[in-house]
């Protein structure tokens, strides 16, 4: 009948997407891409042009060889299939060392011992550094202000500065110190990027000795409580069997001390020196032109397939 409205596969067909007006559609945008493409190119290069590349320095360690563990000559290569199998079994003296080593790359015991480096804090925390007065001084500017003015506007809890300490040392190696580390490889690879290569080296490098450090004077005195504790109680006891069982102790104590007080590293073995990469890591400008091709690509797209519509909708619609 004349003036039916076509339903079914008719009202299908006619809201499927037409491959050739789809093309036609781009086609007659394609100055809307090719500008909203040029745009986000455009923003990506100036950013490469402003932005701050960063060197990435590493260290990878070893556990240290600690020697007379009886542990580890007991358990001979059943250690070594365990841990491949993925079975955590009791860990030697030296072994227990370098996860504590690992657990405190992040610790706040070792940022306040990095704190004490005043050079490096300066550094670190050169926008809150005040060369002139060679003191700390809290940074002002339009841009900290504008940025607190918004945190209050929008109920973003806004804390008082402070001078750099252990705290906020503690926060920034929370970010910027990575940790790569495999359970089945005896190995951890520590990671920091900075502005500065030589920089980064050397933050790594003194990280890495004060840690060990901090881990060797526990042990020493650790160690030195024990022995005194042992010598008192050898002193004491008349039983042959007590007696034997003090002094096998007090001779592993001994063995303990005599690893804490050795000039080797204690608890990680450094393999090789802190080197810095010889080109920056970040950003990377090919990576970050492809990003913006795509991501221009794609917005440029959508905004001409949006204009399209809209033009159609438009010249349907009933004149008013």
Request: glycine residues 6%; aromatic residues 8%; neutral net charge.
């Amino acid at each position: 009948m004349d003036g039916e409205v076509p339903t079914g596969g008719s009202a299908a067909a006619t809201d499927e997407i037409d491959l050739a007006e789809l093309a036609r559609a781009l086609w007659g945008g394609r100055w809307i891409i090719a500008g909203v493409t040029g745009a986000v190119l455009l923003a990506a290069v100036l950013y490469l042009n402003f932005a701050t590349y960063k060197y990435t320095a590493r260290l990878t360690l070893t556990p240290a060889q600690a020697s007379g563990s009886t542990l580890t000559s007991k358990l001979g290569g059943l250690s070594d299939l365990a841990s491949i199998a993925g079975i955590n079994m009791p860990q030697d003296s030296s072994a227990l060392a370098f996860s504590l080593y690992v657990e405190g790359i992040h610790s706040r015991s070792l940022a306040d011992a990095m704190a004490r480096h005043r050079n490096l804090m300066q550094i670190i925390f050169h926008r809150d550094w005040n060369a002139a007065k060679s003191a700390w001084q809290e940074p002002t500017g339009f841009v900290r202000s504008t940025a607190t003015a918004i945190k209050r506007m929008l109920g973003i809890p806004v804390y008082d500065w402070r001078p750099p300490d252990g705290a906020r040392l503690q926060e920034f190696m929370a970010e910027e110190v990575g940790i790569e580390q495999d359970p089945k490889k005896p190995f951890v690879t520590i990671s920091f990027d900075h502005e500065d290569p030589v920089f980064a080296a050397r933050f790594i490098s003194t990280l890495n000795s004060e840690l060990d450090n901090f881990l060797r004077q526990k042990a020493l005195a650790r160690a030195n409580g024990n022995i005194e504790y042992l010598s008192i109680q050898l002193g004491k006891v008349t039983i042959a069997e007590h007696r034997e069982a003090l002094a096998q102790a007090l001779s592993e104590q001994e063995k303990q001390r005599m690893v804490a007080s050795s000039s080797a590293p204690y608890a990680a073995d450094p393999f090789g020196t802190a080197t810095a990469s010889a080109h920056p890591t970040a950003p990377r400008p090919v990576l970050v032109l492809a990003a913006s091709l795509m991501a221009g690509l794609l917005l440029g797209t959508l905004a001409a397939l949006g204009i399209c519509r809209l033009r159609v909708y438009r010249a349907l619609a009933p004149a008013s």
